[in-house]
Structures are given as C-alpha cells and as structure tokens.
C-alpha cells in the first residue's frame, strides 16, 4: 500500500510537469497526510512542566484528557465516561473509561491508563524538583500549593486519590465553579506512572521518553528537522480522528517559505501574512481562506519592575522611573493600539481589558464589558500623555532620574509582524513624549527559547505579552500579575508601587474566595482588573490577530473552547481535496452556526 501511494503521487507530480498545469496542482490525497513548516522548536516535549503552546501542542495531541471540548465549544466525556460532585462541592469522583492502553512512539501497547497515572502526573508536576511552570491550575486541589512549597511533605496528604483503578477522586480547598473547563489543560494530563518514576526529568526528553494515549503518538521527532504524528489506531474514539498522519518541517524561515511551497504543492498550510496578503487575494484568492475569530490569548504590554537587562539600557534607572504611575500613564496615553496594530492589515482584534470580551459571561452579561471595568481604559490622547510626562518629569528628577529614560522594547525578529509593530510604537511614544523624556531602543530578542531568556528573565523594559486561559473564570488573567510571576514583575516592584499591589491582591482574593455569588466573584475580579488598567500597570491590547491562511483544513471542525488546549488539536480536523477559499469558509461558517443551535 505504501508503494502504490508513492507511485500515485509520483504519478501525478510527472502529470503536472507535463501538462505545465500550474504550481500548486497536485495535493496531498484527502484524508491522508497534511504537511507544514515549523519554525519555532520544541523547548522540551514534557507537557507536565511546559507553559508554552508550542511545547504543550504534543501532549495536545498525544494526551487524553478526562473530558474535552467539542467543535462548539460544549464539554463532553474523554478519558472520564462519567463524575460526581459532593453536596458541598469539595470532592469530583470521576469514572474512568476502561480498555485504553498506553503506547510507545512506535504503537506497542505498554498497559491500560488508571487513576494512580493521573495521581502520579499531579504528585510530579507539584514536585519543585521537576520545575512545572504550569502547575498553577493544580492549586485548587486540597494542600496541593502546601506540598508545592514544602510545608507538608506526604503528597497522599492533596486532594487527589485513585479510589481504585478506574475511579479518580480530587478534593478541594474550597468549591471551585469552573473546575471541569480546568480538566482540559496539561497539568491535568495523566502520565504512565512506572515511566515518570524511571525518567524523572528525562521524562519527555525524547519522543521515546513519553507513552501516549491521545488521538495521536508523535512517531518521530528529530529537533530542527522534523516531527511527524502518526494516528493512534488504538485511541477509544479512533473514529474522530480523520488525518492519519501529521509532518511538520522545520524551517526557522518558515513564515516566508511557507506560502511559496503551497503554490508548489508541497505544503497543506500556511499563514499569509498581512504584508503579502493583497498579493494573495488578487492572484491567488482559490488558496486564500480568512482566518476564524477566536479569544484564546489576550495580548497587552507589559512594564518590567524589576529588570535584569544589561547596564547599557541603565536598569536601575528604569527601575525608579517605571515604579511612578504618572511615568507609566504617560507611555499608556501614548500607546495609539490602532496605530501600531495596522501592521496586521484589519486583522487585529483590539480590547480594552486584558480579559477578553466574551471569555466569560454569567446571566447574559459580558465580563470584560463590565460596570465595574467600564472607564478603567486609559485611551490613546497625546495630550493627557503630556500632561503625565510633565507631572512624571517633575517627581522623578526630583528623585534623580536622569532622562531620556532608555526603554529597550524587545521582540522576536524571526516575526515580521511583531518587527514592524515595534517599530511603529517606537516612532509612536517618542512622537508624542519626545526623545528627551524617553529613549525607545528596540531590541532583537533571540529566535529560539524567545520567552525564557527574554520575558522569564526580565530582560526587558516595555515587551508585547500574552496570556491564554487555563479555564473559564476570569481568576486565569491574574496569574501574569500574581506573585512571583515571571510577565511584569509587580511584586517586586519599590516606590509607590506596594500601595497600589495591597487593594489589587486583596480584591482578587477575595474574588478567589467567593464561589457561590457569582455575580459578586465576577465584580471584585472586575474591580481588581480595573486597578491594573487605570494605573497602567500593564496596557490592555488585543486577541490574536484575525489573519489569513492557506489551508485544506475546516477549521470550524475542531475543537473549540477560550482555554485549555482544545485549539491546538487535530482531531476532528479532515483535510478538503482543495484549498478553501473565502467563499467555501463562509459556507462552513455558517454550516458550523446551524450545528451549534441543535448541538
């Protein structure tokens, strides 16, 4: 069968050269194999320890979890064919399906998924040797931070027990309303406890250090060259999963390479980026599909109130200037958001919070569009930022600052978009403060492990960041601002700083603390949120950008949800015969509406 496949397909390329047909001819057979470039590698193939989409996509796709979401958004059973939730909503009892195996990368059955491999996932991600940097959602469960920061050392004193084999039980500290949309992210993900016991933090090393359960097992992996995930023909709901095998190459120019090998048939995606893509429309408009409005990441600037970048840029300098609210008001009223998003050619969805509008609504009413957050936003005025700058200068020469006040504004350079936004926001900011109070210095951050010798390491002023959700509840868009985050910084921020953290902590706890009153929970989280916004702590932005693609995939069939990493999933995805063009997305738009009203 697979030499009859290779010489169908050589078959038909020799067709095309033939008949001079034009590039992009010849296609993958449907059903069959998608192709793309890559040009971001993996950090690490551990999807219990990574916060980083890239990374966390293996176990996305490798990974079941105990429920998922649909392709309209509702929740439904996975790995769990069942729950219960006590009376006082302390204890979830989950039912595990029976008969799903884990296997090698290379499909041998290893032995059946039970409740201790979720018990064991959760007792390595708590553990600080393992350094999980998406541990987080775990907290909820009983003494989960305690055992986190050694305050207890006997793990079968958290919240998660395997009651027998297939029945799981997580108890917590208290009732937490969005619990089941949390299921679905990877710190939730069970792992083959016999393989973490014997890998330890070699575990995900490889692709021959991981066991899957999911819809697919990443057969080969080779870093820098390629990855390729082969169909779990064994998965408990193999009939969902409809593209066999998945090849992603790696290419660290892949966003300029990529739409010129779709036209020469040798790719089933690409993003067309908003530089080329009236060229696209005009001359290639049968490959050219818009992209699906989603609210998954919110995108906002950040200031950095403890920097580690290096003495040329003065940090200590910075650090005393940014700590001033005035100082920081003044960048924010400069910050023109159309302006500078222009560069996504209309595709940019602009917000005024840093919770996305329609993340979250309780009885009909949008979060983000709040009373208590309505006037929060600080607009782009030149001159309320001149008024700020004047009232900044003067405190902070006072204080000794010196100016200009160098801002080295980092981005990744490998990221046309992100390149020419930056240095729009440059030209912006020095436009309307002046070279004198701020010097803008942009800097060419790294192309691989951007995020950890970047923004993890503080070594920047102002910086573009994003936070996608971890589950329903506005509570996920605190965690880039909670202490000890690794985004702006707060918390360890001197000045005036400290008075302005004390309200903001105390509402969001608050906030945390209230689980029956929703309407009261959504209000305190709306009421801290405000804090952050009105002081220009950080800088409300976007979602990601609305862009289009070239695809061969209906991207209404997959799975859809604000969190977790349903997005990131192929399954459900079929691959078309041909590329859709705008026409055939709007007809899978709208079939995808009608769908949702019976769903």
Same mark, same amino acid.
């Given at each position: 069968?697979?030499?009859?496949?290779?010489?169908?397909?050589?078959?038909?390329?020799?067709?095309?050269?033939?008949?001079?047909?034009?590039?992009?001819?010849?296609?993958?057979?449907?059903?069959?194999?998608?192709?793309?470039?890559?040009?971001?590698?993996?950090? $690490?193939?551990?999807?219990?320890?990574?916060?980083?989409?890239?990374?966390?996509?293996?176990?996305?796709?490798?990974?079941? $979890?105990?429920?998922?979401?649909?392709?309209?958004?509702?929740?439904? &059973?996975?790995?769990?064919?069942?729950?219960?939730?006590?009376?006082?909503?302390?204890?979830?009892?989950?039912?595990?399906?029976?008969?799903?195996?884990?296997?090698? %990368?290379?499909?041998?059955?290893?032995?059946?998924?039970?409740?201790?491999?979720?018990?064991?996932?959760?007792?390595?991600?708590?553990?600080?040797?393992?350094?999980?940097?998406?541990?987080?959602?775990?907290?909820?469960?009983? +003494?989960?931070?305690?055992?986190?920061?050694?305050?207890?050392?006997?793990? %079968?004193?958290?919240?998660?027990?395997?009651?027998?084999?297939?029945?799981? /039980?997580?108890?917590?500290?208290?009732?937490?309303?969005?619990?089941?949309?949390?299921?679905?992210?990877?710190?939730?993900?069970?792992?083959?406890?016999?393989?973490? =016991?014997?890998?330890?933090?070699?575990?995900?090393?490889?692709?021959?250090?991981?066991?899957?359960?999911?819809?697919?097992?990443?057969?080969?992996?080779?870093?820098?060259?390629?990855?390729?995930?082969?169909? +779990?023909?064994?998965?408990?709901?193999?009939?969902?999963?409809?593209?066999?095998?998945?090849?992603?190459?790696?290419?660290?120019?892949?966003?300029?390479?990529?739409?010129?090998?779709?036209?020469?048939?040798?790719?089933?995606?690409?993003?067309?980026?908003?530089?080329?893509?009236?060229?696209?429309?005009?001359?290639?408009? #049968?490959?050219?599909? &818009?992209?699906? /409005?989603?609210?998954?990441?919110?995108?906002?600037?950040?200031? +950095?109130?403890?920097?580690?970048?290096?003495?040329?840029?003065?940090?200590?300098?910075?650090?005393?200037?940014?700590?001033?609210?005035?100082?920081?008001?003044?960048?924010?009223?400069?910050?023109?958001?159309?302006?500078?998003?222009?560069?996504?050619?209309? @595709?940019?969805?602009?917000?005024?919070?840093?919770?996305?509008?329609?993340?979250?609504?309780?009885?009909?009413?949008?979060?983000?569009?709040?009373?208590?957050?309505?006037?929060?936003?600080?607009?782009?005025?030149?001159?309320?930022?001149?008024?700020?700058?004047? #009232?900044?200068?003067?405190?902070?020469?006072?204080?000794?600052?010196?100016?200009?006040?160098?801002?080295?504004?980092?981005?990744?350079?490998?990221?046309?978009?992100?390149?020419? /936004?930056?240095?729009?926001?440059?030209?912006?900011?020095?436009?309307?403060?002046?070279?004198?109070?701020?010097?803008?210095?942009?800097?060419?951050?790294?192309?691989?492990?951007?995020?950890?010798?970047?923004?993890?390491?503080?070594?920047?002023?102002?910086?573009?960041? +994003?936070?996608?959700?971890?589950?329903?509840?506005?509570?996920?868009?605190?965690?880039?601002?909670?202490?000890?985050?690794?985004?702006?910084?707060?918390?360890?921020?001197?000045?005036?700083?400290?008075?302005?953290?004390?309200?903001?902590?105390?509402?969001?706890?608050?906030?945390?603390?209230?689980?029956?009153?929703?309407?009261?929970?959504?209000?305190?989280?709306?009421?801290?949120?405000?804090?952050?916004?009105?002081?220009?702590?950080?800088?409300?932005?976007?979602?990601?950008?609305?862009?289009?693609?070239? $695809?061969?995939?209906?991207?209404?069939?997959?799975?859809?949800?604000?969190?977790?990493?349903?997005?990131?999933?192929?399954? @459900?995805?079929?691959?078309? /015969?041909?590329?859709?063009?705008?026409?055939?997305?709007?007809?899978?738009?709208?079939?995808?509406?009608?769908?949702?009203?019976? =769903?």
């Amino acid at each position: 069968m697979k030499v009859l496949t290779i010489l169908k397909r050589t078959a038909a390329l020799l067709l095309t050269l033939l008949l001079l047909l034009p590039l992009g001819g010849c296609a993958a057979e449907p059903g069959g194999e998608l192709r793309e470039l890559y040009a971001s590698e993996l950090s $690490t193939l551990n999807y219990l320890v990574s916060a980083n989409q890239a990374d966390q996509a293996v176990g996305a796709n490798c990974i079941d $979890t105990l429920v998922e979401y649909d392709a309209y958004g509702g929740l439904r &059973p996975s790995l769990a064919t069942g729950w219960t939730r006590s009376g006082d909503g302390l204890r979830w009892t989950f039912t595990l399906r029976r008969g799903v195996g884990w296997y090698t %990368s290379e499909g041998v059955y290893v032995r059946d998924v039970t409740a201790h491999d979720f018990v064991a996932a959760a007792q390595y991600a708590l553990s600080p040797q393992n350094g999980s940097q998406c541990n987080n959602p775990l907290y909820v469960l009983k +003494n989960a931070r305690a055992f986190y920061e050694g305050d207890i050392g006997d793990f %079968s004193a958290v919240g998660v027990r395997a009651a027998d084999d297939y029945t799981l /039980e997580y108890t917590l500290e208290q009732p937490v309303p969005y619990f089941l949309s949390s299921l679905t992210y990877v710190c939730f993900m069970p792992a083959c406890r016999e393989l973490l =016991a014997e890998k330890g933090k070699g575990f995900g090393l490889t692709n021959a250090d991981l066991y899957y359960c999911g819809a697919y097992r990443l057969a080969e992996y080779v870093p820098q060259q390629r990855q390729v995930y082969v169909k +779990n023909e064994y998965n408990w709901d193999a009939g969902s999963v409809h593209i066999a095998r998945i090849v992603r190459t790696y290419n660290s120019e892949a966003a300029t390479l990529a739409p010129v090998m779709v036209l020469r048939g040798e790719l089933d995606f690409a993003e067309i980026g908003a530089d080329i893509a009236g060229d696209w429309q005009e001359n290639h408009a #049968e490959y050219l599909s &818009p992209g699906r /409005e989603k609210c998954d990441y919110s995108y906002f600037y950040c200031f +950095n109130f403890a920097p580690q970048f290096d003495d040329a840029y003065q940090p200590e300098n910075w650090r005393r200037a940014v700590v001033n609210t005035a100082f920081r008001k003044s960048i924010a009223a400069a910050f023109d958001a159309e302006y500078i998003s222009s560069v996504y050619g209309g @595709g940019a969805v602009l917000q005024q919070t840093i919770t996305p509008r329609t993340f979250a609504v309780y009885n009909g009413k949008d979060y983000a569009r709040s009373e208590a957050l309505a006037g929060s936003h600080i607009a782009a005025d030149a001159a309320a930022a001149v008024r700020w700058r004047e #009232e900044a200068r003067a405190a902070l020469t006072a204080e000794g600052v010196s100016f200009p006040v160098k801002v080295p504004l980092v981005y990744r350079p490998d990221d046309a978009q992100w390149v020419n /936004e930056s240095v729009l926001l440059e030209q912006r900011l020095e436009a309307v403060l002046g070279a004198d109070y701020i010097d803008v210095i942009l800097v060419a951050g790294p192309t691989e492990n951007f995020l950890s010798r970047t923004r993890r390491a503080g070594r920047y002023a102002l910086m573009r960041c +994003n936070w996608g959700a971890d589950y329903i509840d506005p509570q996920t868009f605190t965690s880039p601002f909670a202490a000890g985050n690794s985004y702006c910084f707060c918390d360890r921020a001197g000045g005036g700083m400290p008075a302005l953290l004390e309200p903001y902590y105390n509402k969001v706890a608050a906030a945390s603390a209230e689980t029956g009153d929703m309407a009261a929970r959504y209000r305190l989280f709306a009421e801290a949120e405000a804090l952050l916004i009105e002081n220009a702590v950080a800088i409300p932005y976007m979602v990601t950008p609305v862009g289009y693609a070239a $695809t061969r995939i209906n991207v209404f069939e997959r799975q859809t949800a604000s969190c977790g990493v349903s997005i990131l999933r192929y399954k @459900g995805l079929r691959l078309s /015969e041909a590329f859709i063009d705008a026409e055939q997305f709007e007809r899978n738009r709208q079939a995808w509406e009608a769908g949702r009203q019976t =769903a």
